[in-house]
T-cell receptor, first 117, second 106 residues
């Protein structure tokens, strides 16, 4: 099992450019999430999905879009990059993560370091 | 909003000394609490979940509902424990604390 994979590892964008961060998992997990990690601010949830075709917003969704056409893939799109989106982005998946009493761990990808100039 | 607070951004101890990483959460009945760890150049991974009541790599964490705390403890720190530690609540749609960087000095 590759677990959770993310591409690219590094990316530099100019303000206004768009791009897609890829995330895939091979564990047949229903739940997938995108977080951004900023210095001193921990991880903040951007968007999440409870299954194919179902997505919802997290804490900091502005400027990002997601879709979930398959169980395996959960891409994150930056529509018009801004310097404030410079961050490290993590994708995570779990068997079940949104019901009370689930207690299931999240498996994280290696991260994508994005710089917007 | 549900909050997780880790009051110490940096924590430094000597090898063999006890270590405690603090975590407090906003009250909401029965929380699901986790500790995740990120070692240098590695991905974030689960260390402990409160429901398991287990010891992993010598670490334990006890849920104190009265104090709304879930502090992580280890009686004798090792150099390989140096890492970033995150406290989190809820599985999946999680809220993370800001993290504590632990440095264990030789």
């Amino acid at each position: 099992n590759a677990g959770v994979t993310q591409t690219p590892k590094f990316q530099v964008l100019k303000t206004g450019q768009s791009m897609t961060l890829q995330c895939a998992q091979d564990m047949n997990h229903e739940y997938m999430s995108w977080y951004r990690q900023d210095p001193g601010m921990g991880l903040r949830l951007i968007h999440y999905s409870v299954g194919a075709g179902i997505t919802d917003q997290g804490e900091v969704p502005n400027g990002y879009n997601v879709s979930r056409s398959t169980t395996e893939d959960f891409p994150l799109r930056l529509l018009s990059a801004a310097p404030s989106q410079t961050s490290v982005y993590f994708c995570a998946s779990s068997y079940s993560g949104f019901g009370r009493g689930s207690y299931n761990e999240q498996f994280f990808g290696p991260g994508t370091r994005l710089t917007v100039l | 909003a549900q909050r997780v607070t880790q009051p110490e951004k940096l924590l430094s101890v000597f090898k063999g000394a006890p270590v405690e990483l603090k975590c407090n959460y906003s009250y909401s009945g029965s929380p699901e609490l986790f500790w995740y760890v990120q070692y240098s150049r590695q991905r974030l991974q689960l260390l402990l979940r409160h429901i398991s009541r287990e010891s992993i790599k010598g670490f334990t964490a006890d849920l104190n509902k009265g104090e709304t705390s879930f502090h992580l403890k280890k009686p004798f720190a090792q150099e390989e424990d140096s890492a970033m530690y995150y406290c989190a609540r809820n599985a999946g749609k999680s809220t993370f604390g800001d993290g504590t960087t632990l440095t264990v000095k030789p």
